[in-house]
Structure formats: C-alpha cells, structure tokens
C-alpha cells in the first residue's frame, strides 16, 4: 500500500511512503481485536466498588415481631435485605479485573486494528514537525488544514515530542502517541489516524511478528 506524504498545511509534498503489507496489509482479525479491547478496558477498572451486605449493616437485632400469629413472614432482624436499610443480597465487593493476554495476540490485535484503519483509507501520513512552544492554537491550525477540528484524531510521532503533547492536551477529540504507546482500543477509539514520516517504519518494526 502507497501512501501520499502531506504537510502540516495540509499540502502533498509529492513524496509517498509503501507500508508494508505485514502490518497495514493483513486481514483485520476481529475477535482478537475485542479481546485486547476487552482487557484494556478491563484493566482500567479500579474494582473498589463495595456495598454493605446484612452482617456488615449498622441496625438493631432485636427481634421486631413476634414468630407466630401475626398473618405474616416471620421477621428477625432490621439487617434483613427486605426491609428498607437493611444490607444488600450479594452486593458488588472489590475485586481485580486484570486478566493476561499473549504477546502475540496483542500484537495481532494492533496490526489488526493498524490495517483496519489503512484498509478504511483513514490513515494518513504527515510529515516530521515540531513546535518551537507549547500553543494549542499552533495544533488546533495543524487540525483544521486537514479539516479534523471536530473529529476524533489520534496522532502518532516517532519519538516523544513535549510541545506536541502540550499543545494538544486541551483538545477533547485529540491525542497524541508514539509507536510504543499505541493500543488497540486507542487505534479503533479514533476516526483518523495521522502518523508521522518517522514513525512508520518504527511501528512495521515493532509490530511486525
């Protein structure tokens, strides 16, 4: 697959860049795809998550009624789960949601998920830039020359750039990653991807089983 390399002005510099079928040419597996998804968002959970069951609830043991004779269900506790206040039946308790997912699996799930987007035509190639400040007008102009101000973009530098990342931090719709920090759920999560020149052949080899 050739791809067309553009400017931050949103012009064709009438370079063009071949991704490697390896990465961006595969058939988009999507059961793997939900498993790394499912894991990621999985492993955001905090699992503090408590409620108060009928021996942990603060009430009064007294017997509230007599066992017989009242035409209704025998009553012992305040703690029951029937009365109002009393404690929850099995209720949420804190717990770990983390689960484990082979290397190679993830790796399938990113090319997936890198090919998907390529074979959708929603990745496109820029090419190298900084900024000399962090101005989140200098990335919000970036944005509008492609026309993506108000869609969802994820932007991948070949190394960290702090006045990238600055500038585009108080963006709702805009992130920024290096090929070391790209997901699955991240990837799938935006509607464009931009990659920078550099960055291409960092992520065919990190992600090139």
């Known amino acids: 697959m050739e791809l067309s390399v553009f ?6 510099t009438g370079k063009k860049v071949t991704l490697s079928d390896e990465v961006f040419g595969i058939a988009p597996n999507e059961h793997v795809m939900y498993l790394d998804v499912k894991q990621y968002l999985a492993n955001q959970r905090q699992g503090t998550h408590k409620a108060k069951e009928r021996a942990e609830v603060s009430r009064s043991t007294r017997k509230i ?9 025998r009553a012992g506790s ?3 789960p029937i009365f109002k206040g009393g404690g929850r039946i099995f209720g949420p308790r804190p717990r770990d949601y983390f689960f484990k997912l ?3 699996v993830k790796t399938l799930a ?14 496109m190639v820029i090419e190298d830039f900084s900024f000399d400040a962090p101005k989140t007008k200098s990335y919000l102009s970036l944005l509008n020359a ?32 290096t090929p070391e920090q790209l ?17 291409v052949s960092k992520i065919e080899s990190l992600f090139n089983q």
């Open 7 to 12: 400017n931050i002005s949103g012009s064709e």
């Open 102 to 104: 082979n290397k190679k």
């Open 110 to 123: 990113r090319q997936s998920a890198l090919a998907s987007k390529a074979q959708d035509g929603v990745l």
């Open 183 to 199: 997901n699955t759920y991240t990837l799938l999560n935006a509607d464009r991807v931009l990659i920078s020149e550099g960055a």
């Open 65 to 73: 009624k007599r066992q017989k004779g009242t035409g209704g269900a």
């Open 78 to 80: 305040l703690k029951s």
């Open 146 to 177: 492609f026309s993506l101000a108000d869609t969802k973009t994820l932007l991948v530098l070949s190394e960290a750039n702090q006045n990238v990342v600055l500038s585009s931090r108080n963006l709702q719709k805009a992130q920024v990653a």
